[in-house]
DNA sequence: AACCATTTTGTAATTTAATTACACAATGTA
DNA sequence: TACATTGTGTAATTAAATTACAAAATGGTT
């Protein structure tokens, strides 16, 4: 976490006076890196040592310690600027922050996932018999993916994004085999039903989806991904992009735990599309 | 330009000991930041105002200063690297490396889209009597995840990840019509015909493809991303996401020229989802 | 409401760090 | 070799941050 989050998520615990040095720093942060102690003490009318304790409770060791630190967070920038789209934008402007937010979002994604949980993510995979992604509306489209990344695996893969089908599906697994529900909400009631269905077929259910929602409590395993969701525009964006990010993470854990020689699998593969593709050399033509 | 890059390009510009001092930054960046003048002058083995004197070379206040445009620098460098998974990475390592790199591609990507061609296609798609996205292998998901947005305006929107479909979809293509044809390499054979049958119908083509490919020549207006893509894994995987991000700012173009009243179409579309969800407030059950 | 304990805050002294001024050394040029 | 220029270090100075301690505020208890 860096240490502008960290201000924000401690504004409950500061004293005061440190309040007010927190609200100081918060207003203009880039203004801070580059006052003394001083300075910024007398703009939050309190005196020296107590910027100096408050730079302290945030874990620092002293006041140039904790500029290095804000210097840092600032220069990370995209988290702070997930700035939203306006009705008055240009292409120029819309461009800019969707690319700006969605980095963001991943940044925010990468700094949250858990690690742990991926990894079991990926031991649960490798062992599987059988990989099932299922999704409805955007994160069909994550499913579907999944299912690209995962087919070239040489695994039984299956994906639906027909609730029928999916319940057909769910209802046939067994012990083995891995469900993988993607959900942003995690409050799609078609999904939440097939997960359950699939852990009373003793089948293993990954959730890709949000912390502690309905679907998060009906899985084995949970991968959330608390990214924040411009909602201005009534349209997933920067969530599917996260997801997809996880796929691409445990797709490659899946590659690795493996081992170099399946590696050369993914390589032929790969090279059994040429013959769809036009030559590099072709370029020119 | 950052200072760390700075430090590089000056390096012949540096005096003997400035220099010496240059070499112990560049070996220990993160150290450095973490000493004072007196121990990086020590191991420099220079004195403390040759230290102050680099600084002020490098165009930043003093040393304090220097520090602090160094830790923006560190800050700034990892995560927007395109770092290669390795053989030997653990999970921690492999998420993060993917994380960024997909980070850095979006950077890259942002840098060079052509404003102009996406201000233009976003006129097509307006205007379009009927919009058409194909794709095939991992470039059908982003197909598929155009149509789910599109498909919210409540215009005409068709998308298969099927060739015969995709072929006969644009063999009675016509004017006014738009066909987006979504491949990363641009030499995908099958989506080159398809690009060129649906021109002959006098449809409007726009590809989402490499600048200067087979599938680029054929199109109407080509939105290019070139993305450094890691190779190592044998898939797809930032170009991927990259693409939907060009679909996001498509779809939010899209509703921008359409003015505020619109996007109250898309808020209902939304709601209508809700009869299929848990409520929010169900989370704590 | 008065008391004590605890926490918070500020003042002043102290320490630490960075910068400046100046002198000496090295390098290059006529 | 002499002179100018640039580079470098020592010591003095200044600026900045930290510590120690005392005063004020807060909160709970009788």
Redesign the pocket.
């Known amino acids: 976490m860096n240490v502008l989050e960290k201000i924000v998520s401690t504004v409950n615990n500061f ?4 309040r007010k040095v927190a609200d100081v720093i918060l207003a203009n942060p880039q203004m801070t890196i580059h006052s ?3 300075a910024l003490a007398k703009m939050a009318d ?5 910027v ?2 408050f ?1 302290r409770r945030l874990d620092t ?5 904790f500029k290095l630190h804000l210097a840092q967070s600032l220069a990370n920038g995209t988290p702070y600027v997930n700035r939203h789209v306006e009705e008055e934008d240009g292409p120029e402007a819309y461009t800019a922050k969707i690319f700006e937010s969605t980095m963001a979002a991943l940044d925010t994604a990468r700094q949250r996932v858990d690690i742990n949980a991926i990894n079991r993510a990926v031991d649960v995979l490798t062992q599987a018999k059988k990989i099932s992604f299922f999704g409805l509306g955007a994160s069909a489209s994550v499913a579907h993916d999944a299912q690209n990344k995962f087919f070239r695996f040489n695994v039984p893969v299956v994906c639906f994004d027909d609730i029928v089908m999916q319940r057909m599906s769910a209802i046939n697994s067994s012990d083995g085999d891995v469900v993988v529900c993607i959900s942003h909400t995690g409050r799609t009631k078609n999904l939440c039903d097939i997960a359950a269905i699939a852990r009373e077929n003793d089948a293993t259910v990954i959730g890709i989806t949000a912390y502690d929602s309905p679907l998060a409590r009906e899985c084995t395993l949970v991968l959330s991904l608390d990214v924040p969701e411009d909602t201005d525009m009534y349209m997933p964006m920067a969530s599917r992009v996260a997801q997809l990010v996880l796929i691409d993470i445990l797709a490659t854990g899946f590659t690795l735990r493996r081992g170099s020689k399946f590696r050369e699998n993914l390589k032929k593969v790969k090279d059994s599309l040429r013959g769809s593709r036009f030559d590099k050399k072709d370029l020119n033509n």
Chains 1, 2 share one sequence.
């Open positions: 004293s005061k006076s440190e003394s102690i001083a309190v005196s020296e040592p107590t100096n304790r730079c060791k002293g006041f140039p310690d």
